[in-house]
């Protein structure tokens, strides 16, 4: 059974753990909690930094001190979240209001145990799509497999929005620095037109494949896509049978024989779109880019984050530690909103990714027993590279609303060139002494009696380091992100799987959708009946001008 909401209010006051740190971030307000006297205690950064092999959590400049971890730490054993983690892994029923499990652990489980849900064997599952992904990108790289005009495949679109293109747009962003892509891959997730000429501009349309990626292949926009993508074939004299691969539910109706594609590969409900990388969803795409034993080097950096998530203890685990942090930052201090921060280019999708990844999956009102929170979980997350950041919105960070950041540093850049040096220093060089710096001065701050020249200081941040940009890395890094996620789900008591929050617009939408397609079908048709906002719009619309 999972634990009870942690915010249902009958159990606020039953919780010793949540008064505690209730008066221990009261006693934060004061001038001895102040950052710039925490980060000057003995062994503080020792006492509040985390390692595994190739990946290290330093958080000494939060504001916490070692009463306040012990009692998160024990804020993690009294909602039981290692156990509900496991059960999460092992195939038991996490997402409670679709009545789903939630394995994309599964997806890169490389351990021999059996994992079933139901009479379904999971791990033969996964494997067998595998096998699939692995010979189709073979046979597209050694050229068997090409298009109507016996041309051989160079490029490829992602037709997909949300959780099927954010993740895999990430991973290709970061593995692409340290391997050419063998196929390059475009992704087209918006609707709006400009995106899709924006799209068309960049490829040969006799060399180009295009993945379609929908669980239902309902969506409105990933179907909108393909009928301009159909088009688009249709104008060029190529077939869907040549140029079409999809990625969606078994007997789907992108999984139709009667409509034929070049290749169809399987998608499950037991993984959540925003957790699908590790699938179909992200080893299409990413093994015909890279190749196969790429995409398999990146699921084995995942799967050591994973075990490293299912087998540490509570007080070193540093997705569980990450989570907890989080929790304290956002529902015992009141932060409204983090930052993710990337000190490498190559990472410069992900903050979209962690984005998505955390705020459909904790920006909930409701525990995972059916209750309204007292309060909405959850909290904005945005982010921006650095050193970019840096000349965005630092300036709010450093003196307007505080907000804590996650800095991440990669050890060594992709690049192996020769390297020139500015002011005694190279570029690598420079970008990490603005990382160390920007994460000392917002703990810091800084006196001066000139009041715009003042800054307060006494702002949380957290430091990531990963080794490279390597698949293995970039897999820990993916993984990190996802086990913080759910971690923080079932400490809170809510359900980190479903996401109906994303279903209103599309509902109303309907209603105007099918005013429009009157008037296209019907020239005569007006919005006369229609209530004035929606009226002018449609008018606007249809007029093409503002005059």
């Not at 929908?214 to 909108?224: D, G, I, L, Q, R």
């Not at 913080?484 to 008591?493: A, K, P, Q």
């Not at 929606?534 to 503002?546: D, I």
Request: hydrophobic share 40%; charged share 20%; net charge negative.
């Amino acid at each position: 059974m999972l634990p009870k909401g942690l915010l249902h209010p009958d159990m606020l006051q039953h919780r010793n753990v949540f008064k505690k740190l209730t008066q221990k971030a009261t006693d934060f307000g004061t001038k001895p909690y102040h950052l710039k006297e925490l980060i000057q205690q003995p062994d503080r950064f020792s006492d509040f930094s985390l390692k595994t092999q190739n990946f290290f959590l330093d958080f000494s400049r939060q504001r916490i001190d070692q009463e306040v971890f012990e009692e998160l730490i024990l804020l993690a054993e009294e909602t039981k979240a290692c156990q509900s983690f496991s059960d999460m892994t092992t195939g038991k029923i996490v997402n409670t209001t679709e009545k789903r499990a939630a394995l994309h652990t599964g997806a890169r489980n490389f351990s021999d145990n059996p994992l079933k849900i139901g009479d379904l064997d999971v791990n033969s599952e996964i494997n067998r799509v595998n096998r699939e992904i692995k010979a189709f990108s073979s046979d597209v790289h050694q050229g068997k497999i090409k298009g109507s005009t016996g041309k051989a495949f160079t490029q490829a679109v992602v037709i997909g929005i949300g959780g099927s293109y954010l993740g895999c747009e990430f991973a290709f962003e970061a593995l692409r620095q340290t391997m050419d892509p063998k196929i390059m891959i475009h992704f087209l997730p918006n609707v709006d037109i400009d995106n899709f000429n924006s799209v068309i501009k960049k490829i040969d349309p006799e060399t180009c494949l295009w993945i379609v990626i929908s669980k239902s292949y309902t969506t409105t926009e990933t179907m909108a896509n393909l009928a301009q993508a159909q088009l688009f074939l249709d104008t060029h004299g190529l077939s869907c049978k040549d140029h079409l691969v999809t990625v969606t539910a078994q007997k789907s109706p992108g999984d139709n024989p009667s409509n034929p594609v070049l290749a169809a590969f399987h998608m499950f409900d037991f993984i959540g779109g925003r957790f699908s990388v590790t699938s179909a969803v992200g080893g299409v795409p990413l093994s015909l880019a890279f190749g196969f034993d790429y995409f398999e080097r990146f699921l084995k950096g995942c799967h050591a984050m994973d075990t490293h998530a299912l087998s540490a203890p509570q007080s070193q685990n540093i997705p569980l530690v990450a989570a907890l942090i989080s929790i304290w930052n956002t529902f015992f201090l009141n932060y409204s909103a983090m930052a993710v921060i990337p000190y490498s280019s190559g990472l410069s999708k992900l903050p979209a990714h962690v984005q998505q990844l955390y705020m459909e999956s904790l920006g909930k009102q409701t525990s995972s027993d059916g209750q309204f929170l007292t309060r909405p979980a959850g909290t904005i997350i945005f982010g921006e590279p650095g050193t970019n950041a840096q000349h965005s919105f630092f300036q709010l960070a450093h003196q307007g609303p505080a907000f804590p950041i996650e800095f991440i540093g990669i050890v060594n850049p992709a690049y192996d060139g020769e390297s020139a040096k500015s002011k005694g220093v190279t570029n690598h060089q420079e970008l990490w002494a603005n990382m160390i710096a920007q994460s000392l001065g917002l703990a810091i701050g800084k006196e001066d009696k000139i009041p715009a020249k003042y800054f307060p200081g006494n702002r949380p941040s957290s430091l990531i380091l990963i080794h490279d940009l390597t698949p293995e890395s970039i897999g820990n890094l993916l993984s990190f992100y996802e086990a913080r996620t759910v971690f923080e789900g079932f400490i809170l008591g809510i359900n980190s799987f479903d996401q109906f929050g994303v279903e209103l617009g599309k509902v109303m939408a309907t209603d105007i959708r099918k005013e429009i397609e009157l008037k296209n079908q019907t020239p005569d048709h007006g919005f006369d009946h229609l209530e004035e906002t929606k009226k002018f719009y449609l008018e606007t619309l249809f007029q093409g001008s503002l005059e």
